[in-house]
């Protein structure tokens, strides 16, 4: 089963602080990679998009990574602000169907 | 210009009754997803539509979920009889092109049912 897993669950850093997020994957045969951000009761906004065939992408204080062979993504994240809190979801779209296959998420508390 | 919209924002439901739940995607987006938070947990797909095209239906959990979109913009999703375990938040999104183009979804609010 294809399945995405994020590290850590939560997280709290101060503000100013870069931090890492984590993303890995069982499956190579990736389409194509985005990091989402989820406010409360809101919908999902897409923060970037990597290609199979890229390894970064980077927007403003963003920048994720992507090594396929190690089955892994991380989205870095730098000078953190409190408007920063929030909670990031990976997704993935295999080569073989429609879907995006997300993680759980990482819960992202950015205190003043 | 107006994003993804979905009706109601919030649905509680009576175990055994049936919902309707209404997803406006971007205008002229070919490409229409459904997928299903539950609490601390990702979404999960439900379903795909391509224009008017369901093309894949794998991720509705039972018979008891039907999709629709009968005219390639509007989308609806049927929960008939529903049951404690449906309670979650029902995400719509859509995309501007077909499958096997390279582009972003763009998702609405959801929509949180509560079945009691």
């Known amino acids: 089963k294809q399945e995405v897993t994020q590290i850590p669950a939560a997280l709290s850093v101060p503000e100013g602080e870069n931090l890492v997020l984590n993303c890995s994957f069982t499956?190579?045969?990736?389409?194509?990679l985005q990091w989402f951000r989820q406010d409360p009761g809101k919908g999902l906004t897409s923060l970037l998009l990597i290609q199979s065939s890229q390894r970064e992408q980077t927007s403003g204080r963003l920048n994720a990574s992507l090594d396929k062979s190690s089955g892994r993504s991380t989205l870095y994240i730098a000078a953190s602000q409190p408007g920063d809190s929030a909670t990031y979801l990976c997704?993935?779209?295999?080569?073989?169907?429609?879907?995006?296959?997300f993680g759980k998420g990482t819960s992202l508390l950015v205190t003043p | 210009g107006a994003g993804v919209s979905q009706s109601p924002r919030y649905k509680v439901a009576k175990r055994g009754q049936d919902v309707a739940l209404r997803c406006d995607p971007i205008s002229g987006h070919v490409s229409l997803f459904w997928y299903q938070q539950a609490l601390g947990q990702g979404p999960e797909f439900l379903t795909y539509f391509q224009n008017e095209a369901q093309l894949d239906k794998s991720g509705l959990p039972s018979d008891r979920f039907f999709a629709e979109r009968p005219e390639g913009s509007v989308s609806t999703l049927k929960i008939q009889r529903t049951q404690q375990e449906d309670s979650a938040v029902y995400l719509c999104a859509s995309s501007p092109l077909g499958q096997g183009f390279t582009d972003t979804q763009y998702f609405g609010p959801g929509t949180r049912l509560t079945v009691l």
């Open positions: 997704a993935l779209k295999w080569d073989s169907g429609y879907a995006l296959n």
């Open positions: 499956d190579s045969a990736i389409y194509n």
